[in-house]
């Protein structure tokens, strides 16, 4: 029985690894190339065809960038409350790919184009990704949208049904843990789609076309009340992707492991340059396709690659390492509230080894080590902060609040711990608990020092592409760069970076620092909130050239007229958004992940989205302030409705800037006071003598 045992238990640890990555990284990879290669089309769709008038278009995709980003939230309260990762991704991915193949056969054929070139193999409708807004800080906005619906050939019943008999035969164990999550999205995805196709089936739910001198219609309240509701219900159907991919995928390395705790932070970086390549595939190939061949290819091959990444995903199933979820992380984290309140007169005790602790109520959620209390030294008479290699000291700040929340270890009679060995945690938690809403708590404000520069990114996908617009986008005779193909001068820079720091910039800072990741995440995450200052600051100055070169030719007045200056002059302003990018969005993945509790990962990756969302609403409220306030009795605007050239919108990039210097000061002191979580892990590769337990921060 013991060898037995011993067998399963190194069988087990043979999980994980690099092995998984081609799985994980197909599914999120390909993901993102059917998300991104639909949704490059919002902003014209909703000034050019719905007619809004362009603040309100941009607050429009804010708006909706700030709702997609906020499902991630749902999604992974599911995966570590009780589905699990692994099963709230495919579930998930698998309502996503059917929902989109519902079919539709329109009336209404491109103009200039034969039905035939509509038409494809799949010829699949990827409504559902019109709900997928920039969920990723260099997520370009739309070049170009349709206003009909293409011709899709409807997939015959008997393979779902055959897949479906596959799936349940391979996977059915635990798959009924997450049926109620497939419910909750198949219902939402179902509706949301039903009602956008209807929208855009029926020319009564749109304005009519206008020509260049009319005046145009811009749609209705309830066309509008359609569109949004399509796009919410449909956007609540993707949230339970995002949150769990990152995490699942660093899962698959054992924290422990010295060795394997470096290729996580390798993986981070692998992460995003995954997910930024399948962007720029999009924006460029994808584009393309949908624009000179025909929108049945441009949607066809991201949905049948889609598909393939599903299947690729469960074939992996055999090697993935599981974390078992453990319950609602918020239950805890209230009880430990309830629990300090209930206890708020009760004196503090002065020795905190006095607290209680129960290693086996929390082996669920402490399988990597248990976190320690934060006033408690270790042997040497203080906490050691393991970065890599490198320890380095440092001491604790103490906290009233930190203080308050440790009452709810106090063991006291009432808890009547001899007559019932499980406790009422709604009375009485463990330190490792109590540790577990401290960590949320001191994350907190670094946390928030990223929203603002989701901020500065939300005007790459509304502003900038509407200068693009207006500016010589001709390569070589009539070939043009479609301004949603911009965002490529942001990803290329983007990748490079990555590249460059995984493969060269580690090794360099390494000499200096000492440290095997080169420089720490908060490092890297001030190193990009600073470059991204410098990115708003010089597209202000772009902004006030291109607007004297459309003076000095008499354009001004004439928005739709192409300005003699090269689209390039955007380069620098979307290339230093890809190189802040590279610094600041994966130390701020880095950071969520490493310093949340281990059983509430999943959710600490949601926290990085709502990041984005909560950005996206900034800068819906500032374009709004800016717009309403900046008005004068002659008409004139900062931010204009129509005409582009008129305005000021230097001004706007400026304001960011200062915001951003401020959020800067900010993150400054926010980092040098903030204290790493510390935590005791466990050494596996001493199962056989006993557990022998290494103090790390």
């Known amino acids: 029985m013991k060898k037995m045992e011993e067998k399963q238990s190194q069988v087990e640890r043979r999980k994980g690894g690099m092995r998984t990555m081609p799985f994980i990284f197909a599914n999120e990879v390909t993901e993102k190339l059917a998300v991104v290669g639909f949704g490059a089309n919002m902003i014209s769709y909703l000034t050019l065809q719905l007619h809004l008038p362009l603040t309100k278009a941009a607050n429009t995709l804010t708006n909706f960038g700030g709702t997609a980003s906020l499902t991630p939230l749902l999604g992974a309260f599911i995966a570590d409350s009780f589905a699990g990762r692994f099963w709230t991704i495919t579930v998930a991915s698998i309502i996503y790919q059917i929902v ?17 070139d509509l038409l494809s193999p799949s010829s699949i409708t990827f409504l559902s990704e019109l709900a997928y807004f920039p969920d990723f800080p260099a997520y370009p906005a739309p070049a170009s949208c349709p206003y009909w619906l293409r011709s899709a050939e409807e997939e015959s019943a008997s393979t779902v049904k055959g897949f479906e008999a596959f799936f349940e035969s391979r996977f059915s164990p635990p798959f009924t843990t997450a049926s109620p999550l497939a419910i909750g999205f198949a219902s939402t995805s179902v509706l949301g789609m039903i009602s956008l196709t209807t929208s855009a089936v029926l020319p009564s739910l749109r304005p009519p076309p206008c020509k260049d001198n009319q005046v145009c219609i811009v749609a209705s309240s309830g066309q509008l009340a359609i569109l949004y509701v399509s796009l919410a219900l449909t956007a609540i159907g993707s949230g339970g992707i995002r949150p769990c991919v990152v995490s699942f995928g660093a899962d698959q390395f054992d924290q422990s492991d010295p060795t394997q705790k470096t290729r996580t932070w390798n993986f981070f970086n692998w992460y995003y340059f995954g997910m930024g390549f399948s962007i720029l595939i999009a924006v460029t190939v994808i584009v393309y396709i949908q624009d000179h061949i025909g929108w049945g290819w441009g949607l066809g091959i991201p949905s049948m690659a889609m598909g393939i990444s599903i299947i690729a995903f469960l074939i992996g199933y055999p090697l993935y390492r599981h974390i078992d979820p453990s319950g609602s992380p918020f239950t805890r984290l209230i009880q430990v509230i309830v629990a300090a309140i209930k206890k708020r007169k009760v004196p503090m005790v002065s020795d905190p080894n006095l607290l209680y602790e129960n290693e ?26 393991d970065i890599g290699t490198t320890i380095v000291p440092f001491t604790l700040h103490k906290s009233k609040v ?70 010589n986008r001709h390569l070589k005779g009539s070939f043009q760069i479609p301004p949603g193909s911009m965002s490529v001068f942001t990803i290329v820079p983007m990748l490079t970076t990555i590249t460059l720091y995984d493969r060269v910039l580690i090794r360099i800072a390494r000499r200096f620092t000492g440290l095997d990741r080169g420089i720490t995440f908060l490092q ?13 600051l010089v597209a202000g100055f772009i902004e006030i050239k291109r607007k004297n070169v459309a003076i000095a030719h008499g354009l001004i007045d004439h928005p739709h007229a192409t300005i003699p200056i090269s689209v390039f002059w955007l380069v620098p302003q979307y290339g230093l958004h890809g190189i802040a990018e590279a610094f600041m969005s994966i130390g701020h993945l880095e950071f969520l992940y490493d310093q949340a509790p281990e059983s509430m990962r999943s959710t600490a990756a949601a926290l990085f989205w709502t990041a984005i969302s909560i950005g996206n609403y900034v800068s819906t409220f500032l374009v709004t302030l800016v717009h309403k306030y900046s008005a004068k009795p002659d008409g004139s605007n900062w931010l204009p409705d129509t005409n582009l050239n008129k305005g000021k919108l230097e001004n706007l990039y400026w304001l960011i800037t200062v915001l951003q210097i ?10 040098m006071f903030y204290t790493f979580k510390p935590i005791q892990f466990r050494q596996k590769e001493d199962d056989k003598e006993g557990v022998e337990l290494a103090e790390r921060v």
């Open 100 to 116: 989109k193949r519902i079919p539709s056969h329109s009336k209404y054929p491109m103009p200039g184009r034969t039905t035939s």
């Open 360 to 385: 086996e109520l929390d082996a669920a959620i402490s399988t990597d080590g248990k976190l320690l209390h934060t006033n408690q030294l270790s042997r040497s008479g203080k906490f050691v902060q």
């Open 524 to 536: 890297r995450m001030g190193i990009g909130l600073a470059i991204s200052i410098l990115a708003t």
């Open 662 to 671: 401020l959020n800067f000061v900010y993150y400054l002191i926010c980092a």
């Open 402 to 471: 930190y203080g308050f929340l440790d009452r709810a270890a106090i063991v006291t009679e009432e808890d009547n711990l001899k007559s019932s060995p499980s406790p009422n945690l709604w009375r009485l938690c463990t330190v490792h608990r109590v540790e577990e809403l401290k960590s949320i708590i001191r994350m907190g404000p670094i946390w928030a020092s990223g929203i603002l520069l989701i901020t500065a990114y939300a005007q790459q996908g509304t502003f900038s592409l509407q200068q693009a617009r207006t500016m």
